[in-house]
């Protein structure tokens, strides 16, 4: 690799790695965001999440990536908004693309705060998607 190669390579992880919520892995990401809103015991989280201990033990040690499933579980028991929704999703290896209605669905919930597992299920089911539920 040539010098000016490697100069752009390295300006390009440095604009890239500017802020903490980039660089942090999911697991990192996910106890940021405990922290913000006040879970001093993960227990109440994945309890309220209706995840398993042992669902929870693998997933934050590092043993296993989350399922979407898991994922959107997490979102709407922390109430997160647009945008961290989008990060922990995505640092888990998901999106929710403009191209897919199911995505558009959740990220729907997700931009109007309905948050309540019940209601998010009702939208799918409303919309085709009762093999795709959140459970």
């Known amino acids: 690799m040539d010098k000016k190669t490697s100069q752009e390579l390295e300006e390009f992880i440095k604009e890239h790695s500017k802020t903490e919520e ?3 892995g999911f697991v990192e990401y996910l106890y940021s965001l405990l922290d913000k809103y006040g879970y001093t015991n993960s227990a109440d989280l994945y309890n ?3 995840i398993t201990r042992q669902c929870w033990s693998t997933i934050i040690s590092g043993k296993s990536n989350p399922s979407l499933n898991t994922c959107l579980k997490i979102v709407f028991a922390l109430h997160l908004n647009n945008h961290e929704c989008k990060y922990l ?3 888990a290896g998901y999106t929710l693309a403009s191209s897919n209605r199911y995505a558009l669905i959740i990220r729907f ?9 019940y209601e998010v299920n009702e939208l799918l ?3 085709g998607y009762e093999d795709s539920l959140i459970i």
């Not at 919930?109 to 597992?117: G, L, R």
């Open 48 to 50: 309220k999440a209706n």
């Open 22 to 24: 980039k660089t942090v």
């Open 109 to 117: 919930a997700v931009e109007h705060k309905i948050y309540d597992i």
């Open 89 to 91: 999703l995505k640092k």
């Open 125 to 127: 089911s409303e919309n």
